[in-house]
Each structure stands twice: as C-alpha cells, then as structure tokens.
C-alpha cells in the first residue's frame, strides 16, 4: 500500500522558513515524480513543485521559484521542500504527491498525502 506522509508542517511568521518533508513508502518510486501541491481555505489546490526520482530534474510554480526549493533523498525515500521567505498568503495546507506523469496538475496525481497544515502569521 502506498503511503506518503507529510511533516513539518506548523506556525511561523511572516519572513520566516520551514522545511516540509514527505516519507514515501509502499512501491518503488523510481519511474515517478514527486511534488507538493496546496491548497488555501476557499481556494482550488495548487501546484507548488515537483521532481523527478531518478534524475533530478526539477520544477516550480513560477509565483514559487526563488522562494522554495524542492529536494530528495534518495536512501531515506524522502521528499523535501525548503520554504523561505514565507509570506501570509502562503498559508495552506500542503500535499505531498507522486505520479508517473510531471506532475504540475491535479490529474496528473496518482497517490497523495493527507497533508500538513502551514500557517504563516503577519
């Protein structure tokens, strides 16, 4: 069973960083991208960044690029995204997902996880 699972998630203010993480287990993720996704209250949910397991290539929402950076670790099966800068807007709940496809839509999204809530305070 796939599962994917989202930490890091919390309070901070504005101006501040946090670091999401996202443990993948259940398969093999190789052949798959991975990225995060959010989704604001009353809002649709997002694109935020992706990358590819094997490779490493690389993508933002480009409202994104320059403040967040996505990363893996390849021994620990682990997804990160460094968030810096953060801004009130970028309050949300973050979602951890994976897909064969580049994942820069919700469609493409073949597992998700259940989230970690980021609020950032002005």
């Known amino acids: 069973q796939v599962q994917l699972v989202e930490s890091g998630g919390g309070l901070v203010q504005a101006g501040g960083s946090l670091r999401l993480s996202c443990a993948a287990s259940?398969?093999?993720?190789?052949?798959?991208?991975m990225g995060w996704f959010r989704q604001a209250p009353g809002k649709e949910r997002e694109f935020v960044a992706f990358?590819?397991?094997?490779?490493?290539?690389?993508g933002y929402a480009d409202s994104l690029k320059g403040r967040f950076t996505i990363s893996r670790d390849n021994a620990k099966n682990t997804v990160y995204l460094q968030m810096n800068s953060l801004k009130p807007e970028d309050t949300a709940v973050y979602y951890c997902?994976?897909?064969?496809?580049?994942?820069?839509?919700?469609?493409?999204?073949?597992?998700w996880g259940k989230g970690t809530l980021v609020t950032v305070s002005s």
């Open positions: 997902a994976a897909g064969r496809a580049t994942i820069t839509y919700i469609n493409a999204v073949d597992y």
């Open positions: 259940g398969r093999t993720f190789s052949e798959y991208a």
């Open positions: 990358i590819r397991w094997s490779g490493g290539r690389t």
